[in-house]
Every structure is written in C-alpha cells, then in structure tokens.
C-alpha cells in the first residue's frame, strides 16, 4: 500500500515518539506526514481544576510545548530528508483528527498509545470509531 | 519555560520589511533571503538561500492562519537571527489551510547551536503570532518600530 498523506498525531508522549518512527518507516518518496498537535481542552481543564493555574496559563504552556512538539518531529523528519507539515488545533483529539484526516486526504492515522492512561485509552477508542480512514497504534 | 528568547529582543526596525510588494511566494522568500544576509553580513548568501529552499521543499513553512515561517539551520549565523516581513498584498504560500499568507518570518539558526533554544524560540513565535490580536495589530502598523513595540506589548 503507498501512503500519500499520514497524519501523525504529535505529543509529549515516548509513544508518540515511537509513532513519529513509525510514520517515518512507512513513508516513501511520494508521502507527506502531517504532523498535528491537538491542545487538548481536557488536558486544559485538568490542568486549571487544582486552581495553580488559570485557563490562559494552562493554554499558553500546552500551545508553546505543542509546537515544540511539532517541531521537533520536522527537524527530525526533514534530517532524514522526508516530506512534512505541521499543525496545531484546539480542541479534542478524537474529534479533530478524524476531521483532519478526511479534510487532507489521509491515508492512515498514527498515533501513540500510553499504557495505562485511561484518557488515552478513550481517546484512541473514539478516533478508531470515528475515522474513515485505517488508524494504527503504535505501543 | 526555558530558554525564553523574546522574538522582540530578535528585532530592529532594520529586520523588519513592511509592505513587500513581491507578488509571489518565491519572489517574497528571495528577497527575504536577500534583505536578511545583508543585515546580518551572511557570508554566503546563496549557500543560505540553497539551505532554506531545500527546507522549504520538504514540507510547506506555511504554519496556518495568514503565517508564513520559513526556517532552518546553517552555519553562516552564529546566534538564531530573524526576519519579518509583511507582504503589501496576501500571498498564495500552499498552506495546508489554504489561506494566504499575510505575515512571514524568517529565522535562521547556528546549526551547530543549542537545538531546544531553537525549538522554544520557534514556538513561542508560531504561539504569539497564532493569535489573531497580534496579527491584526501587525497588519495595522506603520513603521517597523511599531511592529516592535507591538510584539513586545503581547510578549511581556
């Protein structure tokens, strides 16, 4: 199967480190990866519930660490001479990666998956029943 | 965070190009290129120009919502250097949003420099310009100090 367009779901996670490896195992001279990160309103929520930070603070650090993130994977996936873009959303993971991945003509979703984090779990289940399109979970 | 490089403390009025009245996405980058190597006495500037293309051609710099962010490392700076330039009319970019590009900033690292005061400065300018306050504002100013004055206003 040639993959034209991957969209790789980017995080702090070691797993998404391990997608991005992935991702870049599966491409060939005619793909694209689309790195996303998702600055996740949940996450945003837990962060603010213990009152430490206020929701503007919690935004700034998950943006500003999301695009670190992000460009990251590019340094790495254009090192090694491969094609890549970058974004970042708001919102949730399940929800805007199955929109993304219709709306760029993704082949195949990867993302990572944390062992033993249940948010995670969910979110990975709901992007399975929720994408046209084949998703692939790295461990 | 660390390594809290302010892209204000990257500006002079003399990085910052206003109303730049090339038509196209390449003809914007050259003369990017070319306003950037000589403010900052590039030795080689077309070896700058050959790394930033050949970054540029393995994935679009075109990060969404009107910005353009054209990047890479080379050995013809010593510190990370920038420069802003905001075209006179918007500029097709191949976005993956499709939107045209209204503001572009180029930055450029030492390739033998600290690779996460790289990455920080990289995304805290995509978060600061990802705000559609400081966009408009940007869109508004007229002279280069102003464009100064304005990103440090968000940034402090």
């Excluded at chain 1, 990572?112 to 994408?131: F, K, P, R, Y």
């Excluded at chain 2, 109303?19 to 006495?41: G, H, M, P, R």
């Excluded at chain 2, 890479?72 to 499709?98: M, T």
Aim: aromatic letters at 4%; proline letters at 4%; charged letters at 25%.
């Amino acid at each position: 199967m040639k993959l034209k367009n991957i969209l790789l779901y980017v995080d702090s996670s070691q797993e998404s480190q391990k997608a991005l490896e992935a991702a870049l195992d599966l491409s060939g001279p005619e793909t694209t990866i689309i790195a996303v990160n998702v600055v996740n309103r949940q996450t945003v929520i837990q962060l603010t519930r213990s009152g430490e930070k206020s929701v503007a603070e919690a935004e700034v650090e998950l943006e500003e660490n999301g695009w670190c993130y992000l460009y990251n994977a590019e340094e790495i996936a254009k090192s090694a001479g491969h094609q890549i873009v970058i974004i970042q959303e708001s919102g949730y993971p399940e929800e805007a990666l199955p929109r993304l991945a219709q709306d760029y003509g993704a082949d195949i979703i990867l993302t990572g998956h944390s062992t033993g984090n249940s948010t995670t779990g969910s979110m990975v289940q709901q992007l399975i029943e929720h994408a046209a399109c084949a998703v692939l979970v790295v461990k | 965070m660390m390594n809290e490089l302010k892209l204000s403390n990257l500006l002079t009025p003399k990085n910052i190009l206003l109303d730049v009245k090339e038509k196209e996405k390449d003809a914007l980058l050259a003369k990017i290129i070319k306003t950037f190597s000589e403010v900052n006495n590039i030795a080689d500037p077309e070896a700058l120009a050959r790394e930033v293309t050949e970054r540029e051609a393995l994935g679009n710099t075109g990060i969404g919502r009107g910005i353009g962010f054209p990047h890479a490392k080379s050995s013809q700076v010593d510190e990370i250097s920038v420069l802003l330039a905001r075209p006179a009319r918007p500029i097709e970019y191949g976005a993956l949003d499709g939107l045209p590009v209204n503001l572009v900033i180029l930055i450029i690292a030492p390739d033998s420099g600290d690779n996460n005061q790289y990455l920080h400065a990289m995304a805290r300018i995509s978060r600061l310009l990802g705000k559609s306050e400081v966009r408009e504002k940007l869109a508004q100013v007229k002279t280069p100090q102003e464009a100064i004055d304005t990103i440090a206003a968000f940034e402090n």
